[in-house]
């Protein structure tokens, strides 16, 4: 079966779908965009990410293409086209077209596209024995926590770790403290315990799976900082992992070549990964 995507108002073969030359998503990263998982078929924490798709509408002074209660519909449908059981759907909405010009149109009508496919997450061995990641200067611009599709900063980084044989780059600020990572929310268990990540502020994107992980974090029991941490905490922690949409709990076992704690995924990551893996199946 062909590949489905949703582009304003029709679903068309994936290889056919097309915005115009001057959609000012494509002119101006004049966008944002959302990434649900799908697992059973399901769409995951769908009101997390509308509500989060609201917030960066309205932070960019955006109207919404379709109403709240219209857009989940449209999801579960390419989903439902394009047979995705375990993956991803998309959303972008784009301010829409208009000449190329820096002010905002006044009477543009937003672009929506909607796409899906299949992925797999992380492989058995990569959860089994972590990750590295690399640390790079946060060059990003100063909102990211408006979801914006403006990702050339955090593509530039996580090519950089790539080709430092590491699987993510943390973003590390002008005061030493990593913010997080170019694709996913950076976590360590510190010496004493204490579950840290950087706040929720407006220097980093608030992963829809970061919060549920510390609210699964409370719900066990831990002590949970949302501060910022160093890269030399880090290293001198018992514990590192990431969230994501896609990975949901990744341990991470080495930042820069260093081993973090042991050298293996240690228990509250491996617990907070299976709790987070329940609460998705649920």
Same mark, same amino acid.
């Given at each position: 079966?062909?590949?489905?995507?949703?582009?304003? =108002?029709? $679903?068309?073969?994936?290889? &056919?779908?097309?915005?115009?030359?001057?959609?000012?998503?494509?002119?101006?990263?004049?966008?944002?965009?959302?990434?649900?998982?799908?697992?059973? =078929?399901?769409?995951?924490?769908?009101?997390?990410?509308?509500?989060?798709?609201?917030?960066?509408? =309205?932070?960019?002074?955006?109207?919404?293409?379709?109403?709240?209660r219209v857009l989940p519909v449209i999801?579960?449908?390419?989903? !439902?086209?394009?047979?995705?059981?375990?993956?991803?759907?998309?959303?972008?909405?784009?301010?829409?077209?208009?000449?190329?010009?820096?002010?905002?149109?006044?009477?543009?009508?937003?672009?929506?596209? /909607?796409?899906?496919?299949?992925? !797999?997450?992380?492989?058995?061995?990569?959860? &089994?024995?972590?990750?590295? /990641?690399?640390?790079?200067?946060?060059?990003?611009? !100063?909102?990211?926590?408006?979801?914006?599709?403006?990702?050339?900063?955090?593509?530039?980084?996580?090519?950089?770790?790539?080709?430092?044989?590491? $699987?993510?780059?943390?973003?590390?600020?002008?005061?030493?403290?990593?913010? &997080?990572?170019?694709?996913?929310?950076?976590?360590?268990?510190?010496?004493?315990?204490?579950?840290?990540?950087?706040?929720?502020?407006?220097?980093?994107?608030? =992963?829809?799976?970061?919060?549920?992980?510390?609210?699964?974090?409370?719900?066990?029991?831990?002590?949970?900082?949302?501060?910022?941490?160093?890269?030399?905490?880090?290293?001198?922690?018992?514990?590192?992992?990431?969230?994501?949409?896609?990975?949901?709990?990744l341990p991470v076992t080495r930042v820069?070549?260093?081993?973090?704690? &042991?050298?293996?995924?240690?228990?509250?990551?491996?617990?907070?990964?299976?709790? $987070?893996?329940?609460?998705?199946?649920?």
């Amino acid at each position: 079966m062909p590949r489905i995507t949703y582009v304003n =108002g029709a $679903y068309v073969p994936h290889h &056919e779908a097309a915005v115009h030359v001057e959609d000012r998503g494509h002119q101006f990263a004049d966008a944002v965009y959302e990434v649900v998982a799908v697992a059973g =078929g399901r769409l995951c924490h769908l009101d997390q990410h509308l509500d989060r798709l609201e917030r960066s509408l =309205g932070a960019l002074s955006m109207a919404a293409p379709v109403s709240r209660r219209v857009l989940p519909v449209i999801l579960a449908r390419v989903v !439902k086209l394009n047979r995705v059981t375990h993956g991803l759907v998309y959303v972008q909405i784009s301010r829409g077209v208009a000449p190329r010009n820096h002010f905002f149109p006044a009477d543009t009508a937003p672009s929506l596209v /909607v796409s899906a496919w299949p992925v !797999k997450g992380p492989s058995a061995e990569q959860v &089994e024995k972590g990750v590295a /990641v690399a640390t790079r200067p946060d060059q990003r611009w !100063k909102r990211p926590d408006i979801k914006a599709v403006g990702l050339l900063p955090n593509l530039l980084a996580r090519q950089w770790a790539k080709e430092a044989g590491a $699987y993510e780059a943390w973003l590390v600020n002008d005061g030493g403290f990593v913010t &997080e990572g170019s694709a996913t929310n950076a976590f360590i268990i510190a010496k004493d315990g204490a579950l840290l990540t950087h706040p929720d502020d407006s220097s980093i994107l608030g =992963g829809v799976t970061r919060s549920n992980v510390l609210r699964l974090a409370r719900h066990l029991g831990l002590e949970v900082v949302e501060r910022a941490f160093t890269v030399a905490e880090a290293l001198s922690a018992r514990e590192a992992f990431l969230t994501g949409t896609t990975l949901m709990v990744l341990p991470v076992t080495r930042v820069d070549g260093q081993t973090v704690g &042991e050298g293996r995924p240690g228990p509250v990551t491996l617990k907070l990964r299976a709790l $987070y893996q329940e609460l998705r199946r649920k």
